[in-house]
């Protein structure tokens, strides 16, 4: 089907035939020819196979009758590639918002856009503010929804998808996902047309690397000689062909040593004109705030090799797949942090590692991750064809991985919902917002939800009783005739903290003042991932620990998080003082991307700690909000006027304060010729300061 035969504007169709898209794939044709019939969808076809587009044609739709849409992804890398493409309709006067973070901020303003990219968490917060949102919505995209089968994150997704349905039954229903076994399942809960198709755009060989053998699943075989690498040659002869390698390691530290390896035999594919714009970017990553692994990287690059994990900053790990995007890195190794979902241009895929530590012990990653770790393999805008590769040891490993992972089925989706962790927060929610305000309220609500459709209710009965009981006596709720919030409970939904982080807070506001312990008390809590201890850190941590009055003592809490908390407490206390960020990285073995993410998540605990002080009459809220300034801009308090003038970070404000400018009063008096001898400040930063400040 040629897409002129879409019943929309010729020049919103345009937009795609300027990205090359011509025609429908037969899926997309057949799901079109649904959404064009209002039909609510769940769209199952495999990896590469132009879900996006599908979901772009409700939205389209829907913006010319006037109607609002809400596009859910799991992460922020990708909802950064939907609200791109989407941009590009702003010319027609599509309005399009990008919604992230801060979880407290009222909905109402959002109202205002025909298009609304939000993850599944933003969502959710959205809808705890101002449930009239979910009216004003025509479609609702759910990218990824297989993830409702995640453990940690499951429950929101699902959560939102049940509230949107239960306060909005005309909205469209547009769910994607890869192929999994049960989507019919998920299509007949959604009341949804069911989509399911085998054809990829872009042939994917799948296969298995082994001894001196790569053995594909159609029974093509290649001799390739195994290095000592491992999957040297393999790579090599990939790039020899013109094509980009991606590869999936289990930890950070084989990312970093199988890419410094792998520059070796990279190095010489490349030409003149490479090597040059390559050694541009190692200076543009050396010259760029030093972190611990910008050598390490600027090494690698240098060779046309990346690796990419959660240790690197944002920056970096957007550099580095800019790069690889524009063909000039050949090769990516990466931890699985790198999004599902994304478009990269690799010809090879190849996995690695198909097992990672748990905590206790090394165990197979599901079926379903792996499949779409190879599914990043031959992409349409990229690649004619592609194949992904699962290395294994020997022979009878690499036949068990055939079976299991290739030939082998993708894992049941199954409803996470029931977790005493997500049903205390979501039934609170459910509460805190007026969707149920009675126990049989909160049980006919989760009979819409896929739990409810999966599960006989009765063994949610007992829990929810439980639940109730346990926000009751937590001062959360008050069981009168209804069920109601408290403002307690109102403020801890709205806030989007788990209410055992409440009660922690709690405990907290009855000790005297003191940072440490406020920061071990956020640290402690389940919406704080901690950094965790090593052994030979114990003996120190242990008499930190001893050194302050905490909310919790080690028998309150998994001793893993007790210490964990105690170590995260310390660096974030140095972070405050102004250590350098390349200090606390070496002092606790971390990355710079631990460190951003920790001083992210401590940022929002402050906020949502002195706001509930405010409710708690905690009289050092004021000193909790400056703490959490001060953790924002990672600062002593005397820096904090100066620090939040634009363009002027943590470093060039304790310059300028040192230099004598000390307030913004004392700014004021300042002249371009003086701000510019402090090192860091030029002239036009001079004058930006001059005028902000004025
Ligand atoms: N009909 C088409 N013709 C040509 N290219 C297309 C067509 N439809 C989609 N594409 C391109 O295919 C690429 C992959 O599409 P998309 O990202 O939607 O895949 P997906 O099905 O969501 O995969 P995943 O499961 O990995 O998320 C995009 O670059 C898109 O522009
Ligand atoms: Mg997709």
């Not at 759910?142 to 994150?153: P, Q, S, Y």
């Not at 699985?336 to 090394?362: C, E, H, K, Q, W």
């Amino acid at each position: 089907m040629n897409l002129e035969q879409i019943p929309l504007p010729s020049e919103f169709l345009e937009v795609f035939k300027e990205e090359g898209i011509n025609y429908l794939y037969p899926p997309q044709e057949k799901a079109i020819e649904k959404i064009f019939q209002g039909r609510n969808l769940v769209v199952a076809i495999p990896t590469a196979s132009g879900k996006t587009l599908i979901a772009y044609m409700a939205i389209l739709r829907a913006f010319t009758k006037g109607l609002k849409s809400v596009y859910i992804v799991p992460l922020r890398a990708l909802a950064m590639e939907k609200y791109e493409e989407l941009r590009r309709f702003e010319k027609f006067g599509m309005k399009v918002a990008l919604a992230m973070g801060d979880y407290d901020s009222p909905a109402g303003y959002l109202q205002h856009y025909d298009v609304v990219i939000a993850t599944s968490e933003k969502m959710d917060s959205i809808l705890r503010h101002d449930l009239d949102y979910a009216y004003t919505l025509g479609v609702v995209v759910i990218d990824e929804i297989h993830l409702m089968g995640e453990e940690g994150r499951g429950p929101t997704l699902e959560m939102v998808i049940s509230k949107l349905r239960t306060l909005n039954e005309e909205a469209q229903i547009i769910a994607l996902s890869a192929t999994i076994k049960n989507s019919e399942e998920i299509a007949d809960w959604l009341n949804a047309e069911h989509i399911y198709s085998e054809f990829r755009p872009v042939p994917l060989k799948l296969g298995v690397y082994f001894d001196d053998t790569l053995l594909f699943s159609d029974g093509e075989e290649r001799e390739i000689k195994r290095d000592s690498i491992g999957i040297g040659n393999l790579v090599k002869g990939a790039i020899k062909d013109g094509g980009q390698v991606l590869i999936f390691v289990n930890r950070r530290k084989s990312a970093e040593s199988l890419a410094e390896k792998l520059g070796r035999k990279v190095e010489r594919f490349l030409n003149e004109e490479e090597k040059i714009q390559l050694k541009n970017l190692a200076e543009r990553i050396m010259g760029e705030e030093y972190t611990l692994y910008s050598e390490k990287l600027a090494k690698a690059v240098m060779k046309g090799v990346s690796f990419h994990h959660a240790g690197l900053s944002n920056w970096q790990r957007k550099l580095i797949e800019e790069n690889f995007k524009r063909h000039l890195l050949k090769v990516l190794v990466a931890t699985p942090t790198l999004a599902a979902g994304i478009n990269l241009p690799s010809r090879v895929v190849i996995v690695r590692d198909v097992t990672r530590y748990n905590g206790f012990t090394s165990v197979h990653i599901p079926v379903m991750e792996v499949k779409q770790m190879l599914g990043r393999a031959g992409r349409p805008k990229y690649d004619r064809y592609g194949e992904g590769i699962i290395y294994a040891r020997s022979e009878p490993r690499a036949m068990e991985y055939m079976e299991m992972y290739i030939n082998g089925e993708v894992e049941d989706i199954k409803s996470q919902l029931s977790s005493e962790s997500a049903l205390r927060t979501h039934i609170l929610a459910l509460i805190a917002s007026n969707m149920a305000n009675s126990e049989e309220d909160i049980l006919e609500f989760f009979e819409r939800t896929f739990y409810g459709y999966q599960m006989p209710l009765q063994y949610l009965h007992k829990k929810v009783e439980r639940i109730i009981e346990f926000l009751e006596e937590h001062e959360f709720i008050r069981r009168r005739r209804l069920i109601l919030p408290t403002p307690l409970g109102k403020r801890t939904s709205d806030l989007y903290i788990d209410p055992y982080t409440a009660i922690i807070f709690k405990k907290c506001y009855s000790l005297p003042y003191d940072e440490f312990s406020i920061l071990h008390a956020i640290s402690c809590t389940p919406d704080m991932v901690p950094i965790y201890p090593k052994r030979s850190e114990m003996e120190e941590l242990f008499s930190l620990a001893y050194s302050h009055q905490l909310a919790l003592d080690e028998f309150e809490v998994d001793p893993t998080i007790f210490f964990g908390a105690i170590k995260t407490a310390a660096a974030l206390l140095d972070w405050m003082n102004e250590a350098s960020q390349d200090f606390i990285v070496r002092k606790y073995d971390i990355g710079p991307g631990d460190l951003h993410s920790r001083v992210e998540m401590a940022d929002w605990l402050l906020y949502a700690f002195a706001e509930l002080g405010k409710i708690l009459k905690y009289e050092n809220y004021r000193e909790v909000e400056k703490l959490r300034l001060r953790m924002k801009y990672g600062v002593r308090e005397e820096l904090l006027p100066i620090v939040s003038i634009r363009g002027v970070g943590r470093v060039r404000a304790r310059r300028l304060f040192d230099s004598g400018y000390k307030s913004i009063e004392k700014l004021r008096e300042a002249k371009v010729e003086d701000l510019i001898k402090i090192p860091g400040i030029g002239k036009k930063l001079a004058e930006e300061i001059l005028k902000q400040v004025r």
